[in-house]
């Protein structure tokens, strides 16, 4: 349950509250949000308790979100939440695009990539180290020295960088290497060891939905990361497996509408392993921003046929060119604007 | 006027403005040094198929470098 204090409500009067509230034996979190005061009780609250607190005059609006989601739910926020990524502001009436290599593939060429990618106008360079393949033998990333690399392609060319996290062990790293965001992949979303260990890391997180997840799940893994400590998440729809053969997953544009209702988070949208497909990435990227994505996350390769992973789903820096400009027609005509260029 | 069509072409006129200052935007974060050329409007006539006539097209894209030129340069002092 959440209750939204009135606007002004004296500081001492919440106090009052959150303390009557832990002396029933409840939990209580309470929101970020500057501009009015706003509580969150997990667990079960007897109806008279209930009733008592809906009556009370600093409590202006009880909320009951879905399930047991509190930090991450809409009424947790006056607005929907702003994601920094470095200088970039994800959220807020702002589209981002986020795109790189699939994997690191050695230092020149990310490099290379990173400049195509600050070229095309796009706001963060993505690139694997740590890779989650399917098959043991195809290619792993290059770990700790793929970090090091796609860091260094960042500053050179003055872009944030995400990369995706399989291990908790690996964090130290992700921290000396100064990575600006975290991603967990689809394959880790329900992995709670890990979301527990990357909360704390107090870096932004993306965090893919699950190829199998609803989306209570997905807003669920979300809420481990939120009471963990972190309050930079951005969530991420990357496809979903369903009988459809004809793309690698089924984007899942359907819940984007409804996900706005249900949580303050950024929303980002990855087409690239939704599709699999590169040709139908500009397509699926306009109908994301549409839809109310506050991103899209693409892939791009000079030689998509020589990449290490993932190449049919590659664009080539042309392409990206192209679907960069067409976002910021889409943001546009949406009541929003394509992000500035980051500093 | 039926009030679906004033519907219609107030939101397109919304598009029409959220496009025209994205591209002023676009236009400001460009680098200062780089010279203001605006997209030929040759280029966009040659692509123009609709029923808008094109000395008006010629004429409005005009307007759009002078302004978006004018903004650019207030912008810069």
């Known amino acids: 349950m959440i209750l939204q204090l009135a606007i002004g409500t004296a500081e001492e009067k919440v106090r009052e509250l959150h303390e009557s509230l832990e002396r029933e034996g409840l939990r209580v979190l309470r929101s970020r949000e500057r501009s009015r005061p706003i509580l969150a009780v997990a667990g079960t609250i007897p109806k008279a308790l209930k009733d008592s607190l809906a009556r009370r005059t600093e409590v202006e609006t009880v909320v009951q979100p879905m399930g047991e989601l509190l930090l991450v739910a809409r009424a947790m926020r006056e607005r929907p939440s702003v994601v920094d990524v470095g200088s970039v502001r994800v959220g807020g009436g702002t589209v981002v695009v986020i795109a790189g290599p699939c994997s690191v593939e050695g230092r020149d060429h990310v490099l290379a990539v990173a400049r195509q990618v600050r070229a095309a106008g796009a706001h963060i360079l993505r690139g694997g180290a740590f890779k989650p393949r399917t098959s043991p033998y195809q290619f792993q990333g290059f770990g700790v020295e793929g970090l090091r690399q796609l860091k260094d392609a960042g500053e050179a060319t003055g872009l944030p960088v995400v990369s995706e996290i399989m291990d908790a062990a690996d964090l130290p790293a992700f921290v000396e290497h100064d990575i600006d965001c975290l991603q967990v992949g689809a394959r880790n979303m329900q992995n709670f060891s890990l979301l527990k260990a990357i909360a704390r890391a107090g870096r932004p997180v993306l965090l893919k939905r699950g190829l199998a997840a609803t989306v209570e799940e997905w807003l669920y893994a979300a809420e481990y990361l939120a009471e963990g400590g972190c309050v930079r998440i951005m969530l991420c729809e990357r496809g979903i497996r369903t009988y459809e053969k004809a793309t690698r997953n089924t984007l899942d544009l359907t819940v984007l509408p409804l996900m706005r209702e249900w949580t303050h988070l950024p929303l980002l949208v990855d087409p690239a392993h939704a599709a699999g497909i590169a040709r139908i990435i500009p397509p699926l990227s306009r109908a994301a921003i549409a839809a109310g994505a506050d991103g899209v996350a693409v892939e791009v390769h000079e030689t998509p046929a020589e990449a290490r992973s993932d190449g049919p789903q590659a664009l080539l820096p042309a392409e990206l060119v192209a679907l960069v400009a067409e976002s910021r027609v889409m943001a546009a005509v949406t009541g929003r604007a394509l992000h500035a260029p980051p500093r | ?77």
């Not at chain 2, 460009?30 to 010279?35: E, N, R, W, Y």
């Not at chain 2, 605006?38 to 008006?56: E, M, N, S």
Request: glycine share 4%; charged share 25%; proline share 6%.
């Open chain 2, 1 to 77: 006027m039926n009030p679906a069509l004033r519907h219609q072409l107030r939101h397109l006129d919304g598009a029409i403005l959220a496009l025209l200052d994205e591209r002023a935007r676009l236009l400001v974060q460009t680098s200062a040094a780089d010279p203001l050329r605006a997209a030929p409007v040759d280029d966009l006539l040659r692509r123009h198929t609709g029923p808008f006539p094109a000395d008006g097209v010629t004429e409005v894209f005009a307007a759009i470098d002078r302004h978006c030129a004018a903004f650019r340069a207030e912008d810069a002092r």
